[in-house]
């Protein structure tokens, strides 16, 4: 009933948000993976921006340092605001000092604001927010006008449109025309879609379609080409786990400050730029990816979904939401270590395919997940294959935006032994507890009933409407006038806003009674106000009064008559004062009386500042430097008051800061710009202000670097069998000094070494390469040189081949060697004709039956060398026929004529088992299992006998396609038998016979008794083992032990007799002997022989009552025969020995280094009758030292020692 899905995804796994605690307060760290790799790190800072509080119009700016492995980089952002105007925001990174400055020139009241700082390296992400406080000047009268004429822009952001028009607004379409939606998600998806989405829009011209896409395609990346430098992994809009769903597109912006803006359906939808915040869309940027997010999904929010970068359309993507809903949720599976858990679910409508999450993960086919989906698709499984205690969390199906989820919880084995990897388990753990077919199966009638009563509602309806008659013509008339009334209302509408505004009224009131005052009382008009005469030039002092009237000036309190150089004039309510040429005796403070009215202004004579000529020339000549290095200006000019020095670059003011240093000094300036780079290359002006005027200086900076690339794309001129030449353009950039020649290097296709060419010099712009292989293709980089250094390269896009292209003739059909279900083997004849050129290879096409795709099971760089391939990727029961291609240099060739059509499914066979075992051994009270792997087609039944009986009710049989498992749970000794299995099937019958012994270890045999009966022999019996009679298996082993040796070794095995005749038995020495019984589980403990030896047959010596004198053999430790120095190779064996005397026998100890070494291991150390060996089976160099055996007893200590020196 169930078939698997095997679902391929290429999608990346989602990061992963971990909170981490930075040493500099303030700081918020996300970690973007569990664990880091060795030697890298996340971002921190290590000197955070300090919040700044400055007066408008100064110069502002915040600086941090970060740290990070690889090295993270820096951004800034502001809450309630954009940064990316570079006149405004400036930020620079000095490498010495490893600054990042964020600057602000010129600080205005609205920069105001909390900005952040963020560096994001591939493993995290830290941030810091700083505050700017702006101390405003003067009352900004005008400051509301601004404020609204930002809303208005902003306003006129919001009803920005995308070329897809909202349904309301699209124009209706005539019979025919295609959807523009249907070209949009064409230019984003990949060719394996463009199938499905023809067919959803009803295209069936795919040749038509394609020639017409390749146009459109061309004309969105010439505009795009003005945005963007490269746009690449495009992937579609999907679900996630946390019930969000996202895409995702990598864009190189050629602008960092071009404006992104998102549509749905053609309108346009705001966003935020953080996730987590309070609008339902968000952007995270992370480099060049840009991921999109919608949460809290809803209905509503299926559309088309695009990406504009200003105004062209970047990616679009359809989000699609099946109504569909979990009938059946999935429930919590307890499952134990090494079994399988089972998740199930029952949809309201069929799906192909859900997705299924572990643990925030998707989940796909394969070695540890099967996903399971039922003929109906409605019945949904997911199974996880041998549980382990990390499976265990949280496991999600989600089906469009609706989502259910439960726990998988795994229990350790507990009965598995300690250190050792228990059994895989054959059962399954989990599932819902109810009939889900019965549950698939009503709701499948229901889906039919629903779509029988729609079809009859449709047919009734069909079948009762009577035919509609011709619209009348005046019917058209309202449509038409319709759209027209629009535009007349919005034309209306902005003079009367215009008209109404009250400020002309008002200021029209006020001027009227500040007349009607002046007529009452004498004022002023218009008074005096400080000037700055030019020396030389005339100046002029004018008062205006409300009325007719005389007047006096003073100078400095000095009344002023008309003579010389002054002149007073008065024409109507205007009294001038004129100074014909302007000396420095004109300075002072100027004074009008009329009445009891005065007003008074300051005038002051001066010049305008001047540079000296030499020093104008000297600074006019441009200032040439190199990427990189520093470049400075100074000029001098005379000393003056309220002088006031600016620099600038390219028209735009440089200010003091990051990397520009301005030195202002009395009589000079000088201007230092600090490593500089190929964009600084520009206009240098200095500029010299005072109240009287301003001068400017002129100068150029020249920057030298490599040139830009050369410019391309790589034409093809000509191309034959002998010849490829090709042509490129000069650089964009030649990099401030003349391009001198131009590289080229060439690369085979499929090959990675480059090949120098040779050199062009810069006039010509070709190359000729006539060392080319007919039918082979090749790549070409061209480089552009000067005096600085080497370009980056320019590449050809696509391989060139050398001549035309030949392809190979058709093979010959594929015939069908053999077919299982696993695998196809076919053969074929090469090609008739090969044309010419040599074939390299075969690529191998399939069909599946009632299909009409062709899929190539190899690629063309992967040519099948020989003429036959076993075809492994099909399905089981499925009908293929196959078709052959030759490839040679030019590619692949004419197909070959289809093969048969031929079934993959094994042949019909006799039942015949596979290596079986004929023995088990079980020890009682486990389990028995016994697995037998068979062939046969059809798949047979089996049958397993007990001694030719049936089995009994508690022995388990578990059958699996070519295998069968008998178990029996808790094996006694009564289980021992013979067990037999029989496959029968329409060919034939196959049986076999598997002896099982259900046994233990056994029990130790009886007591032992010696007897010698010839000299020299020695007879040992002993009483039989309580299991002799249960077990036909067990025999008996003999183990011997003598005083000489001192070491037990085996004299008998597989002994199935009580007695054993031991030989050469020597006088004079004592012999044990040890008795085991063993079976098929192992050896029973020992039985002991009592000791035999030279007291056995001692006879007794009596006492004649003669006194003797005892004597007594004890003495001290002595060493007889010392170590002898040792010099031996690395991997050598080394064999030190010594004798020990003493009496009691002493206890001897061996020390390496004064570190004892009777325990280690690597030292075998034996002692046999005073005579100490040490024995090193693979000296190492950390053997060599000094070597110590120490003999101590109750009586006293002895030592001797030596040296192991240890050569390489």
Known sequence: MFQRSKVTDGTATGQVGIKKKSKVPGVMITQYIETLPEGTSHPDFTRKPIALTIQEGKFAFFKAIVTGDPKPTVTWSRNNGDVSDTSRYQTKYDPNTNEHTFEMPNVKPDQADTYKCFATNQYGQAMVTVVLNIIEVGYKKNKAQKQAGTDEDFKTVLKRKSKIRPKSE????????????????????????????????????????????????????????????????????????????????????????????LYKDGEMIPYTKELGDTLKHSLKQIGRKYVFSIKDLMPEDAGLYQVDVDDVTMFSTDFKIPVVDFLVKIQEVKAKEREDAVFECVLSNPFSKILWFGKNLPLEQGDKYDIEVSEDKLIHRLVIKDCMVVDKGIYSACAGIKSCNAWLVVEADKDGQKGKKSARKTTRAGGSGMDLQKIAQEQQAKLEKVREERKEQIRTAQEAAPPSPPAPEPSKAPVKAEPTKVPEQKKTSKPAAVASDPPVVESTEETTEVEEDTRKELGISSGLSDIYALRGNPAELNVKMNMDCDGTWFKDEEQLKSGGQIRITKEGTSHNLTIQSCVDDNSGVYRFVSGELSTQGKVTVGDVPAFDDDDLHKFSKP??????????????????????????????????????KIVREPNHSRLLLRDCLRTDTGEIKIQLKNPFGAVEATSRLIVLDRPDPPEGPVEIVETTSSVIEIKWSPPRDDGGSAVTNYIIERQQAGQSLWTKLGDVSAEKNTFRDRNVTHGKKYNYRIYAENPQGISDSLETADSIMAGIMILSGPPGAPEVVSASKACINLTWTPPEDDRGVPIIGYQVEKRKKDTNEWITLNALNDPIKGVKYAVKDITEGAEYEFRVSAINESGSGDPSPPSAMVCAKNPNMRPCFRNPEDFIVVRAGNSARVKICYEAEPPPEITWLKDDEPISPWINVINTEGMSQLVIPSSKRSDSAIYTIKAKNSVGEASFDIEVRVTDEPKSPGPVELEQTVHDKLVVSWAPSPDQELDDRMYYVVSQNDSKMRVWKTVADRLFTNTYTVNNILPGIQYHFRIYAKNDMGLSEPSES??????????????????????????????????????????????????????????????LNDICINSDSNYYITNCFGVCSMHILRVRPKDGGVYKVVAVSSLGEAECSTKLIVED
């Open 1090 to 1151: 009592p000791t035999w030896g030279f007291n056995s047959n001692r006879v007794p010596i009596t006492s004649n009552g003669v006194g003797s004198s005892e004597i007594c053999f004890e003495r001290p430790p002595s060493i007889l025969v010392p170590l002898k120095v040792h010099t031996h190779p690395k991997g050598y064996q080394v064999y030190m020995t010594c004798a020990v005397r003493g009496h009691p026998t002493p206890t001897v100890s061996w020390y």
């Open 623 to 660: 200032v040439i430097v190199r990427v990189g290095q520093n470049a400075a200006f100074k000029m001098p000019f005379p000393p003056q008051e309220s002088l006031v020095i600016s620099w600038f670059k390219d028209g735009i003011e440089i200010k003091d800061g990051g990397g520009v």
């Open 170 to 261: 699209q124009p209706e379409r005539k019979d025919g025309e295609i959807d523009p939606k249907f070209w949009e998600l064409l230019l984003s998806a990949d060719k394996k879609d463009y199938e499905k989405i023809c067919a959803e829009f009803g295209v069936t011209d795919f040749r038509w379609m394609l020639k017409k896409l390749n146009e459109i395609k061309k004309e969105r990346e010439d505009e795009q080409a003005a945005f963007i430098r490269s746009l690449s992994d495009l992937k579609p809009i999907r679900m996630n786990a946390d019930g969000t769903a996202s895409f995702e597109l990598d864009m190189d912006l050629t602008d960092p400050s071009s404006s992104i803006y």
